[in-house]
């Protein structure tokens, strides 16, 4: 059995790239003029001035070489989707859970209650669905503190995505980027140390599997004649990430609509009035599919993680004993923040250790969260019920890398953090 490498073995293997732009400067016109032919755009910021800057276009922005990960922990992770996509499908089927775990937040998260209102009403009425259609992505960091040389490095999970989990169509091209910048370059004037070969960039099929499954949704559906509705947010930047999808499916006209894909629906500002409210519910109350399902919206609510990691709470949806311990050490601790005396306990780590822990709501993406110095500042802010919408996750110590990225045209050398998204398809 292959030793396990160390988180010293595993910084110290990295590759060393120059940080001078002036040295990489050459490199700006084959990535840029890449991008541009390979879809792989934003549209620009909007700005005071002629029509035309509406619809200009920039390239996405991108770092120019890949950050490393370890090999064995890619392939765990990986290896592992299904077995997430299954889990949250069994949490999302099962009803008492469901709801006994979210009522547990109490009046403190007014967004995620009215989810669950509309979930519970769907249920009582009955709606018939022809199929469930899951896209998700388990995002990760790589937890190998410099502090612990022997340990090893391990992905840990930061959330599990439900509901808009985007940029698989754009993070696909940038595989494919990476990939003709070493076949075209070698990164040359960019690699300083260690190497780098095609075998590393390992492929990313993740742009044309989530049209895929959303065409097997609309096939479940069964009328031929129906079409996909996307629901995206308004002046959206990230479009293309989301016309490439679109292009992978049947475009048709105004017509009945067999699957609503949301790239939006997971925050409140979503919902600007009753307009947007009743929208959703005329999905949810047809026999349209909708991705995600009410059910799968709630089942990634931080709350839902939170409870998943207490003790023997996996076992429940995980048969293979060996897959549930390998889904166990993806975690890491994960406290509520409500007036149990586990709670309170919580409570009292964070603000005597701040710099230990993030503070999550029940949102999607990390915007949302709060770290350090700031959460003692937010916790003292909350009354009781208020902190029952909230949890607390052990910060995950990931080591900075060195890169360059490239942005509107300018190369900048900088520290980064890689988070690893593995997207999943789960249709039944």
Request: aromatic residues 10%.
């Amino acid at each position: 059995m292959t030793k396990p490498q160390t988180n010293a073995e595993f910084l110290s293997a990295r590759p060393l790239y120059s940080q001078s732009s002036s040295q990489l400067r050459a490199y700006v016109d084959e990535a840029v003029d890449w991008e541009a032919t390979h879809g792989l755009l934003l549209r620009a910021p909007k700005l005071d001035g002629d029509d035309w800057l509406a619809t200009a276009l920039v390239p996405a922005p991108v770092a120019l070489a890949p950050s490393p990960i370890p090999r064995s922990e890619f392939d765990k992770v990986v290896a592992l989707q299904p077995v997430f996509n299954q889990l949250f499908d069994r949490v999302a089927r099962d009803h008492d859970f469901l709801t006994s775990t979210l009522e547990s937040l109490g009046s403190a998260d007014e967004f995620t209650l009215r989810i669950l209102a509309m979930y519970i009403q769907q249920r009582v009425l009955g709606v018939w669905k022809p199929g469930v259609v899951g896209i998700h992505r388990s995002d990760y960091l790589i937890h190998a503190p410099e502090n612990e040389p022997d340990a090893s490095p391990l992905a840990k999970q930061v959330e599990f995505n439900t509901i808009a989990s985007s940029f698989a169509s754009l993070s696909s091209i940038v595989g494919d980027f990476h990939r003709h910048m070493l076949a075209k370059t070698e990164y040359k004037d960019m690699l300083q140390a260690g190497n780098m070969t095609k075998d590393q960039l390992p492929a990313n099929e993740s742009l044309t599997s989530i049209a895929d499954g959303l065409a097997a949704g609309f096939k479940l559906y069964g009328n031929t004649s129906a079409v996909v509705v996307m629901v995206v947010q308004p002046n959206e930047r990230n479009i293309y990430d989301q016309r490439w999808v679109e292009r992978r499916l049947w475009e048709e006209g105004d017509k009945e609509v067999a699957v609503a894909y949301y790239r939006s629906g997971y925050a409140p500002t979503d919902f600007p009035s009753e307009k947007e409210w009743d929208g959703r519910w005329l999905v949810e109350s047809s026999c349209t599919i909708p991705v995600p399902s009410l059910a799968y919206h709630l089942a990634g609510c931080k709350k839902i993680q939170q409870v998943l990691a207490q003790p023997g709470v996996v076992e429940r949806y995980v048969d293979d004993q060996q897959a549930a311990e390998l889904v166990r050490e993806c975690f890491v601790g994960l406290y509520p923040l409500d007036n149990t005396s586990e709670g309170q306990q919580a409570y009292d780590l964070a603000m005597a250790n701040p710099s230990n822990y993030v503070v999550k709501p029940q949102r999607e993406g990390g915007g949302y969260n709060t770290y350090g110095d700031d959460i003692p500042k937010l916790l003292s802010s909350l009354s009781d019920e208020e902190r029952k919408g909230y949890i607390l996750m052990d910060l995950i110590r990931a080591p900075g890398f060195k890169n360059v990225l490239l942005r509107n045209g300018q190369l900048v050398a900088s520290e980064v953090v890689s988070e690893l998204g593995i997207y999943g398809v789960w249709v039944r």
